[in-house]
């Protein structure tokens, strides 16, 4: 935790900014958990409400003001950051969480605005990026210096004794998205199916990896993550300035959710804050890749067109014109791909099955690349009510020798039939995924010593190939009730129900208690 030592005011600073005697820096709670950080910080949402701060501007605020604080305490911290060497502070003294805390009231207000307005004119920086057109909606003093020094600055938002994490700021996010009225949830894939992707493709330093619709940045950094953890001792010299200055970027179209991908590549220890941003701003499909990936990583948005109604028909590396936005994407990542680059990324039912253009993607994709893996996915793991999805991954191998196609076999691997999952209830985990992963590497580098089972089976290229438009929407396994189907079994649908019962009978007892204690007692007056 950083002390409250009152540091010099900027020259520029507003003159309301003159410090006031600091209020005493509680200590941070070992045992708070992330959920109960997030829980308490969500709560004060209602009352920020009765002030006239929506939910999605409390959310904003709240992510600018745990940047700094967890900045604070990633440059505070005592423990080392995988080198003996301090971390390079992400924000500049004066500007930083510090400062605040030695404010109070109208100052404390008004050089919070100092600091988002300071911060946004540093253009061209990562930092600047993250501040860019950043603007307090909390007007009340009172309001935003409780939400400083009571709700945030008692506790430790980073994990300490190994790498940053961030675990509390990324949970808010998502219950930002479980507010499905903001529109939010849109922008997430779930964790467990994000780390078991990266599990699948194994990068490697050295390797450039991108997501040209990154969302909050979650592919970038799993990815990430799953270097420092595998080859640590290999992330330095030429490899570990290349993960900090390019090898690892995204692609955002809409602004605000590019914000929150800087945050979080930044306080999970990607990129530095006065270098170039590693989001880009833009719309993906607009325009040809001037870069080339070795490994694409993407749940790509669903929907048509893009936001300025445009159908892409201008890209000449396009094999099919569409309005289709996921077939675009097949088409758009195919060409981000280096040769003999690796591609995941997750698609609704459609893209499997359309005609016209989606019968031509098909056949190119089975033709010039090795689509080896189809994981047919479960309902109820994304905030959109029933999404049928899969996740497809490929390899930019080109034609084989002899003209012959890139596909031998496409592998499917059935995840979805009798298989039923919820976002409150039974929630999708990564061991969930233990076995098709273990599946999927089981047949050596070049898959050709997998094993069938139940729910994993081979399609031959010439298999494919023949099937009417080339639909690859294969099912492997039939329900148990003898029909192909995603639907639970009637027994996990009685305990999904019980469940739930139970839930709402713990809330009524807690409403009946309450009511209790307030009634009044024998020989009360009335």
Request: aromatic letters at 8%; hydrophobic letters at 35%; charged letters at 25%.
């Amino acid at each position: 935790m950083s002390d409250s030592t009152e540091k010099s005011t900027p020259a520029d600073a507003p003159d309301t900014a003159a410090a006031t005697p600091p209020t005493p820096r509680t200590p941070a709670p070992a045992s708070a958990s992330t959920s109960t950080l997030v829980n308490r910080l969500w709560s004060y949402c209602e009352l920020l409400r009765h002030s006239g701060v929506s939910t999605l501007d409390y959310v904003e605020q709240l992510t600018y003001l745990l940047f700094l604080k967890m900045a604070d305490e990633r440059a505070n911290r005592s423990h080392v950051f995988r080198r003996n060497l301090p971390e390079e502070p992400l924000v500049p003294e004066g500007r930083d969480w510090a400062s605040l805390m030695t404010r109070s009231a109208e100052a404390l207000l008004d050089h919070y605005e100092f600091i988002l307005k300071d911060l946004g004119q540093r253009g061209g920086t990562m930092l600047g990026e993250v501040f860019l057109k950043a603007q307090n909606k909390i007007h009340e003093p009172a309001v935003l210096e409780r939400l400083i020094k009571d709700l945030i600055d008692p506790y430790t938002w980073t994990t300490e004794n190994q790498d940053l994490k961030g675990d509390a700021y990324e949970g808010l996010l998502q219950r930002g998205a479980e507010d499905r009225k903001t529109g939010a949830g849109q922008y997430f894939t779930p964790r467990p199916l994000i780390d078991a992707m990266v599990d699948c493709v194994q990068p490697k330093p050295g390797e450039w990896i991108t997501d040209p619709a990154c969302g909050t940045g979650g592919f970038l950094i799993a990815a990430h993550a799953h270097l420092v953890q595998n080859y640590e001792d290999e992330l330095y010299g030429d490899k570990g300035r290349a993960l900090q200055t390019g090898a690892i970027t995204g692609y955002e179209l809409v602004r605000e959710t590019g914000r929150l991908a800087l945050m979080n590549m930044l306080l999970h220890g990607i990129g530095r804050s006065e270098a170039k941003p590693l989001i880009t701003i833009q719309d993906s499909l607009a325009r040809s890749p001037i870069k080339h990936y070795d490994i694409v990583l993407a749940n790509p948005p669903f929907g048509v067109g893009s936001v300025t109604g445009e159908s892409y028909t201008a890209r000449t590396d396009f094999w099919a014109p569409t309005t289709n936005k996921q077939l675009n994407f097949v088409q758009h990542i195919y060409n981000l791909l280096k040769t003999n680059g690796r591609g995941a990324l997750v698609l609704p039912d459609n893209v499997l099955f359309e005609g016209g253009a989606g019968e031509t993607i098909r056949k190119n994709l089975l033709n010039l690349c090795d689509v080896h893996t189809l994981l047919r996915l479960p309902t109820g793991i994304f905030y959109a009510n029933g999404v049928k999805a899969n996740v497809l991954f490929f390899d930019k191998t080109g034609q084989r020798s002899g003209g012959r196609p890139g596909t031998r076999q496409l592998w499917v691997y059935d995840f979805r039939t009798d298989q039923r999952f919820t976002l409150k209830q039974r929630q999708l985990r990564r061991e969930h995924l233990d076995d098709f992963v273990a599946a999927y590497h089981s047949g050596g580098k070049d898959f050709t010593a997998r094993k069938p089972s139940d729910r994993f089976r081979a399609y031959g290229y010439d298999e494919l190939i023949a099937r009417d438009k080339v639909n690859l929407d294969l099912t492997v396994l039939k329900s148990a009730s003898g029909a192909t189907t995603e639907y639970a079994s009637p027994d996990v649908i009685a305990q999904e129900i019980v469940d739930e019962l139970e839930v709402a009978l713990a809330q009524f007892t807690a409403v009946a208690r309450a009511l209790k204690k307030d009634a009044p007692q024998s020989g009360d007056d009335e």
